[in-house]
């Protein structure tokens, strides 16, 4: 029993040695880091690079990502495509009382079109070249032409 005592008492002076030495370790270096004068820093500021973020705020965007996000100067951008509006001509006008106007236009390669206001009349079968009626009345029919933000207005 006694030997088992010995034992258990080597396995703490070993860890002790070791922890000993570990500090021992510790404190050289830090004496070694002491003898040094601290680096001084540059006066003038680093030159600054768009990928570091100029402020601390992290909810503040850097400058290359706020380009990224404004896109191409307008020089750069393409114009948007250029929608042929084909002859349009009014044909009907019909206005009842208590009920909105409505009128009828033949457009060319289409044939005739019943409309009210807001009507979208879809020249591509796809709905980004559709026209929009914004208005029907006796002075005639408004529509807008889309990405221009042109009027028409067929009387």
Same mark, same amino acid.
């Given at each position: 029993?006694?030997?088992?005592? !010995?034992?258990?008492?080597?396995?703490?002076?070993? @860890?002790?040695?070791?922890?000993?030495?570990? *500090? #021992?370790?510790?404190?050289?270096?830090?004496?070694?880091?002491?003898?040094?004068?601290?680096?001084?820093?540059?006066?003038?500021? #680093?030159?600054?690079?768009?990928?570091?973020?100029?402020?601390?705020?992290?909810?503040? @965007?850097?400058?290359?990502?706020?380009?990224? *996000?404004?896109?191409?100067?307008?020089? /750069?951008?393409?114009?948007?495509? #250029?929608?042929k509006?084909?002859e &349009?001509? *009014?044909?009907?006008?019909?206005? @009842?009382?208590?009920?909105?106007?409505?009128?009828?236009?033949? &457009?060319?390669? %289409?044939?005739?079109?019943?409309?009210? @206001?807001?009507?979208? &009349? !879809?020249l591509?079968?796809?709905?980004?070249? #559709?026209?929009?009626?914004?208005?029907?009345?006796?002075?005639?029919?408004? &529509? /807008?032409?889309?990405?221009?933000?042109?009027?028409?207005?067929? %009387?």
């Amino acid at each position: 029993m006694r030997v088992n005592r !010995l034992m258990n008492y080597s396995k703490y002076k070993t @860890a002790l040695i070791s922890l000993v030495l570990l *500090l #021992a370790n510790c404190a050289s270096l830090l004496a070694e880091e002491g003898d040094k004068p601290p680096e001084k820093k540059p006066d003038t500021p #680093a030159k600054s690079d768009d990928s570091t973020p100029k402020s601390a705020d992290p909810t503040q @965007a850097s400058s290359r990502l706020r380009q990224v *996000l404004r896109g191409p100067e307008r020089s /750069e951008r393409t114009p948007p495509p #250029a929608i042929k509006i084909p002859e &349009i001509t *009014l044909k009907g006008l019909l206005q @009842a009382e208590g009920k909105p106007a409505s009128a009828v236009l033949e &457009i060319k390669g %289409k044939g005739h079109v019943s409309v009210v @206001a807001g009507s979208r &009349i !879809l020249l591509n079968g796809s709905d980004n070249g #559709a026209l929009l009626v914004k208005k029907v009345g006796v002075e005639g029919v408004e &529509i /807008e032409v889309p990405g221009v933000k042109e009027m028409l207005v067929v %009387k």
